[in-house]
Structures are given as C-alpha cells and as structure tokens.
C-alpha cells in the first residue's frame, strides 16, 4: 500500500437533518451565524418551523505568511 493516499472527500454537507421540533428530517439550509478566528460556525435551519438542526465550524485554510 502507498503512504501517500488522499482522502476520498474534503468535507461533509448536510442536507438532511432530523428536526427537534417538527420531529422528522427535513432539507435544512445553511446560515453563517458566527465569524471565528478558528473558522466560520454555521448553523443548519430547519425551513418549515425555523428552528436550529445543527451547527458546525467550518475551519478556514491558513493565510500564506510569505509577506515581504
């Protein structure tokens, strides 16, 4: 086997989640909610009672520090 294997995927999206209030799993959308030194955190909405399903950190890649 090789050392050198790259990940099958980068990220997961979610696109169903179960609702906690509506109590089945519902298309969630996508909202930023916070602005992190350590990423951006969004949270997953549900769209029929509006309600939070999840949330996440999505990390920033790191700035090039090549400054001159």
């Known amino acids: ?3 050198n294997r ?4 980068e990220r997961f999206e ?6 906690p209030k ?3 799993a519902v298309k969630v959308r996508k909202r930023l909610l916070l ?3 350590e ?5 997953y909405v549900c769209p ?3 309600s939070t399903c999840g949330t996440t ?8 520090r090549n400054l001159m």
């Open 39 to 43: 990423g951006d955190k969004y949270e």
């Open 1 to 3: 086997m090789t050392e």
């Open 48 to 50: 029929d009672c509006g």
């Open 22 to 24: 509506c109590n089945r």
């Open 57 to 64: 950190v999505q990390k920033d890649d790191p700035p090039d």
């Open 14 to 19: 979610a696109s169903l989640l179960a609702c």
């Open 6 to 9: 790259r990940p099958a995927f």
């Open 35 to 37: 602005i992190l030194p």
